[in-house]
């Protein structure tokens, strides 16, 4: 059974940068994070692979000022976000599947308890 832990949320203010963490404990394929803000839809981020590495990011804007990456032997993928914006706000989800599509934000099952990020 797959848990997903994530933490470092927070309050900062325009243009700060943030490192999200999330500990996956059990093994899948895919990880990846998703945003959402209250009364939307969730919607995907950026994944990562397991065991390439291989990244992919909802579109292509994202990689100005997102990155994600992991650290395999702490089981841990992060999201670094830099030049944050009051858009950014949101609760931040991490989340896993085990099939081959990373990129299919439809896939994923497995969730997270969420981490809130509110950039003023």
């Known amino acids: 059974h797959v848990q997903l832990v994530e933490s470092g949320g927070g309050s900062v203010q325009a243009g700060a940068s943030l490192r999200l963490s999330c500990e996956v404990s059990?093994?899948?394929?895919?990880v990846a994070w998703f945003r959402q803000v209250i009364g939307k839809a969730r919607l995907g981020v950026a994944s990562i692979s397991s065991p390439v590495g291989t990244t992919y990011y909802r579109d292509d804007s994202l990689k100005v000022r997102f990155s994600i990456s992991r650290d395999s032997a702490k089981n841990t993928v992060f999201l670094e976000m830099y030049g944050l914006e009051p858009g950014d706000t949101g609760t931040y989800y991490c989340?896993?599947?085990?099939?081959?599509?990373?990129?299919?934000?439809?896939?994923?099952?497995?969730w997270g308890q969420g981490t809130q990020v509110t950039v003023s």
């Open positions: 059990g093994y899948r394929h895919c």
């Open positions: 989340a896993a599947h085990s099939g081959t599509l990373c990129s299919d934000w439809t896939r994923y099952r497995t």
